[in-house]
């Protein structure tokens, strides 16, 4: 673990990350159920099925993110963050706007 982040360098490596796993969820899709299946598909079906799934994960990603938030206010490498008003706008304290 390093005594410093690159908030920088992070959110540019997570966005390729999520690029990567759009693509590998892509063709995984495809190799299971065929590169054309969706033309059989009910695809505003499957979309509103979607929207209810994505709710739910929503939900737990909420849980997970308030104990991550919980968890990050104690790493005194986030401190480094802070402009010279002592706002934080990434790390745990960025979290913090839609609560107050």
Same mark, same amino acid.
């Given at each position: ?14 966005? &390729? ?7 590998? &969820?892509?063709?995984? *899709?495809?190799?299971?159920? *065929? ?23 929503? &939900? ?16 005194? &490498?986030?401190? *480094?963050?802070?402009?010279?008003? *002592? ?14």
């Amino acid at each position: 673990m390093t005594d410093s982040l690159d908030p920088t360098e992070l959110m540019s490596e997570f966005a &390729r990350e999520f690029d990567e796993k759009c693509i590998e &969820r892509h063709e995984f *899709g495809q190799e299971k159920y *065929g590169p054309f299946s969706f033309l059989g598909k009910d695809m505003i079906q499957e979309a509103l099925l979607e929207c209810l799934d994505t709710a739910n994960y929503m &939900r737990y990603q909420y849980i997970k993110l308030r104990m991550v938030q919980l968890y990050l206010a104690q790493d005194p &490498r986030l401190a *480094g963050l802070a402009d010279s008003e *002592g706002n934080i706008t990434i790390g745990a304290e960025s979290f913090k706007g839609a609560l107050q």
